[in-house]
């Protein structure tokens, strides 16, 4: 497989992941209560998953000497893919926010 289509598909890959992911929080009730709702996660910030995909891309740079393109590319692509779904269902391109609310 060459490096372009490995890189597409494991975007697309990355992109039904995050999409799965997110309907799974979205539909039960137990999970959404306890991760999808806004909550302070880290010294008030609230760290969106798009931060793993860009931990996934940092790591595929990190692979990339000890275990060449093929590995670096879809670790790229599948961080790409988690970036891209995160950013087009919650319609902004974000990472890490302050969260602004008071708990009750």
Do not use: C
């Amino acid at each position: 497989m060459g490096l372009i289509t490995l890189f597409l598909l494991t975007t697309v890959i990355g992109i039904l992941a995050t999409w799965v992911f997110e309907l799974i929080l979205q539909t039960n009730k137990k999970l959404q209560e306890r991760y999808y709702r806004r909550h302070e996660i880290l010294f008030g910030y609230h760290v969106h998953h798009s931060t793993i995909g860009l931990v996934v891309i940092a790591l595929g740079g990190i692979t990339f000497l000890p275990y060449g393109a093929d590995v670096a590319l879809s670790m790229a692509g599948f961080g790409i893919g988690i970036i891209t779904m995160h950013t087009i269902s919650s319609k902004r391109f974000v990472f890490v926010e302050r969260e602004t609310f008071s708990k009750k």
